[in-house]
């Protein structure tokens, strides 16, 4: 399932890739109030990692919901893939600010694995989403490159 979600990530509708970095955004909130691991676990899985514990019934059944409508969405309209160069300068403009803004926080997001406080990854994974969001037209290309490539 996360391989079909991974590749219609690269391809879905802008409305369902904004809604599935809503929902992102609303789990990381539900997880970085749990004051442990959980939260940077989820944004970096490793291989043998122990289950999460489950997330409240109402977040899975809207992310089913939203899982749902990205699938459908990538089956019935792929988006045209952008030119790596033209990714590459969306990429720039959307979240080089952000990154100049923030750069220990772009440099804990570089680096995941590295010692650090893993709340305050999780913290900046989830304002460069919220930045990145408020990008608008650009937005869902960006989200579309990353989210396609990490499935979380």
């Known amino acids: 399932m996360q391989q079909a979600l991974a590749r219609a990530l690269h391809v879905t509708s802008d409305k369902a890739i904004l809604a599935y970095t809503e929902l992102l955004q609303d789990e990381l909130r539900v997880l970085l109030q749990r004051n442990d691991d ?3 676990r989820y944004l970096f899985p490793l291989p043998a990692q122990a289950p ?3 997330l409240p019934s109402a977040l899975a059944e809207r992310n089913s919901v939203i899982v749902a409508q990205i699938l459908r969405d990538a ?3 792929a988006q045209a893939a952008l030119s790596n160069q033209r990714m590459q300068a969306l990429r720039f403009a959307v979240i080089g600010p952000w990154a100049n803004a923030h750069p220990q ?3 804990m997001l570089s680096n995941p694995h ?5 709340q305050a990854v999780c913290r900046a994974a989830q304002s460069l989403y919220a930045h990145i969001q408020n990008q608008h037209l650009e937005a ?9 490539r990490s499935t979380r």
């Open 75 to 77: 089956a019935k309209q």
């Open 105 to 107: 926080q772009f440099q």
């Open 52 to 54: 999460l514990p489950p």
């Open 140 to 148: 869902a290309p960006v989200l579309r490159m990353m989210l396609g």
């Open 38 to 40: 959980s939260c940077h």
């Open 114 to 118: 590295l010692p650090a406080d893993k």
